[in-house]
């Protein structure tokens, strides 16, 4: 990738008119009535819930007591009541808006950096000596744990700003680009029209010494090195509104800022922006960002396989063909796929076994004992099996997909398994249920887990003695428990005769993960540790457990999407889409479709793609819809989930694969399935220059050219 340079810092540039920012361009607050109170207080708790989440009240009228502190300007007492705060609770979650959860220590940030000038002042006399010292430390062995310290522990302090500076800057330059945005966004004032009393709190930098314009063409060059062309052309436009007379050192020029950002913005036009890697989770990658590299055409079926049977029991029979439940998953030529009880590995482009050309055993993991056991009461809801590759490991969740079980339900187990596939798909990594205590609790792992830097996450569900939503760490190195995290508790699940089947995947940014539990509550957790940074809870749309058994039949799988600090959610237990604040948990926007959402399949072009029975284009920065397709005839609404490739989603319907661009939502292709191959939709897959197509029953490659294999 070409670099930019000149971004180290040039001096401290410091701000003498600060500009408002575009509430609507940047944030677009949800302002929802009747939360408010008098400006600045904590508002009134008034919503209703689904889920339970561990919040403290005591460390809630604490805060509000430091808040009648300030009003009175009375700073020592307001300090020592923040710091008390901060001492007992610290990452103890408090409930600061309507559906809105933080830990106590950001909420007293939040106090902090809202105070006026003479309280400032009050607290950087207690705490600016020792800031300034992790300062220098940080500076003479470029170590960023220092500046970590000052983030977390002396946000408010005379160098909280010189420590997001540096962070930032040593993420850039570690190619970090999401990260860089994290800390220097935090750089910048809140946005205008922001009302603590309506939305919660917001950590931002109460009096930054850098200059706004240069924090800003900052952020567009970290959209633009993401590979977020299309915001950093609109933040560029914003840019100019804010500051069009700002000048500066950027990218190694000097000069008006705007059209230095203007010349590279057409620079990278020409830039050889390196391909898009290959899939290696379901959604492409662990931010389920969708992209998947385009492929080279779709000519002739190369080979076709049966599909494993979907076994489970359901309250009711299938109304019609029943949805595909496979996601299968490519590697260096080898195509994968699993259900309950085995994994498969096939040869790419033949469809023979991977490792016995010559014999008819695809299977290469077969599940053994407990977890092999199926549930004994009946089971509501659909199966999916996915699976995550990392650092030569393929990881599945295997055992009966039940993760809510009946009340008299004991028989079900559950495991997370790794086959080193530079080894033929030796098993060397196991973790199961069976662990966890009490066996009877009814322990379950949802779906896939997520893999980086030496560890594996996975999302935990338990029904006994009382619902629970955990996630947890594993080490990667040996299977052992690093932490494991209590997000909420659901108030009901669905009832006591059905097992409920659930595929929950997890979602990863730079520094935390992101959880939708489809159970009224979407969370945050420091990667590192475990500790929850927010959680965010709505009211589902459902009521009753007929209605809720009903939904559990025609569920989508949507964890959340990641995008340049925009977290994309779309819980299964309502209709409504939300785009949120990576770093805060405020939702951005709201928007309700009139069907359901299915799948994400993540961002093209700034536009946001969610598909059910109709495709639908949603602007990743304002929420509103752009563009829909679909028709109301049976064979024209979507069947599988599709997927992104370039600029390009590919969206199957029952008939056909149609080809749309993402920006303007213009159908520019048409694949006939049924006319042409005899097929109908189902999850496709793009891998080394092949479409793959998981029907209900079939699994299709097709071949870019126009051979024709005869298939396995």
Known sequence: MRSVGGLAEKGRLRSLLRRPWIVRAVWGLVVVSGMGGPPGTLPAEEVREAVSVDASTAARRQLESAER????????????????????????????????????????????????????????????????????????????????RIVKSAFASSVGDDALWLLGQWAWEAGQFDLARRYWKRLLPPPV?????????????????????????????????????????????????????????????????????????????????????????????????????????????????????????????????????????????KLFLNDARFIYALDLQTGRPAWSPGGRQAAVYAVSGAESAGPIQPA??????????????????????????????????????????????????????????????????????????????????????????????????????????????????TSDRWNALGHGLLTMGPTRIYYSTNLGAIAALEREDGRVAWVVTYTPDVSGDRERLRRLETTGLTPCVYHAGIVCAAPQDTDSIFLLDAESGIILHELKLPERVQFLLGVTGGTLVASGRFLWGIDIVTGRLRWHVGGERPEDRGYGRGTIAGQ?????????????????????????????????????????????????????????????????
């Not at 002739?300 to 998953?329: C, E, K, N, Q």
């Not at 009966?400 to 028989?411: D, I, M, S």
């Open 193 to 333: 029209g922001y009302r603590p009393d309506q939305v919660g709190p917001i950590v931002r930098s109460p009096d930054s010494s850098f200059d706004d314009a240069l924090v800003r063409a900052r952020l567009v060059l970290c959209s633009l090195f993401g590979g977020c062309r299309d915001r950093a052309v609109r933040e560029l436009e914003q840019f100019r509104q804010l500051h069009p007379d700002a000048v500066g050192s950027l990218a190694g020029r000097s000069g008006r800022l705007a059209e230095t950002l203007q010349a590279v913005v057409t620079e990278s036009r020409s830039w050889p922006w390196p391909p898009t890697p290959q899939p290696y989770t379901f959604g492409a990658d662990s931010a389920r960002s969708g992209q998947e590299p385009e492929p080279d055409d779709v000519g002739h079926i190369l080979w076709s396989s049966d599909l494993p049977a979907d076994s489970f029991t359901r309250p009711d029979g299938p109304a019609g063909s029943a949805p595909p439940v496979f996601f299968p998953l490519v590697v260096r030529g």
């Open 380 to 493: 509501v809801g659909r199966p999916k099996y996915t699976m995550t590759f990392s650092d030569g490991v393929l990881y599945a969740r295997m055992g009966p997909p039940v993760t809510w079980q009946a009340t008299h339900e004991f028989r079900v187990r559950s495991e997370i398994v790794g086959l080193n596939l530079w080894q033929e798909g030796k098993l060397v990594w196991r973790v199961t249920t069976d662990r966890f205590q009490p066996p009877t609790a009814g322990w379950a792992f949802e779906g896939s887990p997520v893999v980086d830097q030496g560890r594996v996450y996975v999302a935990l569900t338990r029904t006994q003695p009382h619902a629970e939503v955990s996630i947890m760490s594993f080490d990667q190195a040996t299977g052992k428990p690093v932490w494991r995290r209590r997000i909420c508790s659901p108030l009901r699940t």
């Open 648 to 712: 390009w989603a590919y969206w199957p319907t029952r008939e056909e694969i149609l080809v749309v661009d993402g920006a303007s939502g213009r159908v520019v292709r048409r694949i006939p399935l049924r006319e042409k191959y005899g097929l109908t939709g189902g999850n496709l897959l793009a891998a080394d220059g092949k479409l793959i197509l998981a029907g209900s029953k079939k699994l299709t490659v097709f071949s870019p050219s126009g051979f024709q294999s005869m298939g396995p």
């Open 69 to 148: 502190f300030l009003a009175a300007r009375q700073w020592g007492s307001a300090l020592e009541t923040l710091q008390d705060v901060e001492d007992r609770f610290g990452e103890t979650l408090v409930r600061v808006a309507p559906g809105r959860y933080v830990t106590a220590r950001y909420a007293a940030q939040a106090i902090r950096c809202r105070m006026p000038a003479e309280g400032l002042q009050a607290y950087r006399r207690s705490v600016d000596s020792e800031a300034v010292r992790w300062l220098r430390q940080a500076r003479k062995f470029r170590d960023p744990t220092p500046l970590d």
